[in-house]
Each structure stands twice: as structure tokens, then as C-alpha cells.
């Protein structure tokens, strides 16, 4: 072989290797995060312990408080709120998501609005129910 090809071989070899190394780190990282971060068992371990709605000039605002009751800190929290008419039907979704990570044992307060003002009110309803997904 000439020494121009076993360089070409050398270089293209150590590139492949660089980019199987990197795919790996970027491979474990992924796997890592998806673990700690969409890690549905966490949610189920949060729970709302107390909420309140009110209406703020045709604003409803859902105020409460969510407890991480696990054993690994929770991220990305996403509180929804949903509203229900008379009937029970289904007529408007609100959500708001918790910045920052919740930590076991620990409590945080969560306010999710709805939306809506004095010429344009949020829909008419009844009843709602407060609850907690990952995202």
C-alpha cells in the first residue's frame, strides 16, 4: 500500500471512532434524562394537597399547592385545570407548568388562570378538577 492511502485509512478510522464516541455520549445522555425527566412514576407520586378557585374580573385562577411525595425530585410539572358545565360535559382546559424542579419531601404553590376578562369571560361552568401530568 502506498503511505498517501494508509494515512487516508488512519484518518477516516480515528473520524470514525470520534463520531462513534460521540454518538454514544449523546446516546447515554438522551437515555439518561428521558429517565430522570419522563419518568412517569415520578408524577404519581406528586400530589395536589389543597386548591381554591376564584374569578378575578372574568378571570378564573385556580390557587393550590402540589407535594413531591416520592423519592426523586420532579421537573417539568404540568398542573391542568378542567372545567365541566351543569351536565358534567367537559368545556374548557387551563394549564400551567411549575419552572424548576421539585425536590421529595417538598411543597410548592401553583396558580393556573384561565384566561378570560370583564367583555370577554372565561365559559360558563359548573364544577372543575385540579390534576397533575408530566410532560
Known amino acids: 500500500m502506498n503511505e498517501r492511502y494508509q494515512e487516508d485509512c488512519v484518518g ?13 455520549i449523546f446516546f447515554f445522555i438522551s437515555e439518561k434524562m428521558s429517565e430522570s425527566v419522563w ?27 402540589v407535594l413531591n ?19 358534567g360535559a367537559f368545556v374548557e382546559q387551563c394549564s400551567e ?11 410548592r404553590n401553583f396558580k393556573v388562570s384561565c384566561g378570560g376578562c370583564k367583555s370577554s369571560p372565561v365559559v360558563e361552568h359548573e364544577s372543575y378538577k ?5 410532560m
Do not use: M
Not at 477516516?12 to 454514544?24: A, D, P, R
Not at 415520578?42 to 372574568?58: A, D, F
Not at 407548568?97 to 411543597?107: I, N, R
Open 97 to 107: 407548568t411549575l419552572s424548576g424542579s421539585l425536590k421529595p419531601g417538598k411543597s
Open 69 to 87: 411525595n416520592g423519592k426523586e425530585s420532579a421537573r417539568f410539572i404540568q398542573i391542568k385545570v378542567d372545567l365541566f358545565d351543569e351536565s
Open 130 to 134: 385540579v390534576y397533575i401530568v408530566g
Open 39 to 65: 419518568n412517569e412514576e415520578i408524577y404519581e407520586k406528586l400530589i395536589i394537597e389543597n386548591h381554591t378557585k376564584s374569578s378575578r374580573e372574568g378571570n378564573v385562577v385556580v390557587l393550590g399547592a
Open 12 to 24: 477516516n478510522s480515528l473520524w470514525y471512532k470520534f463520531w462513534s464516541f460521540c454518538w454514544f
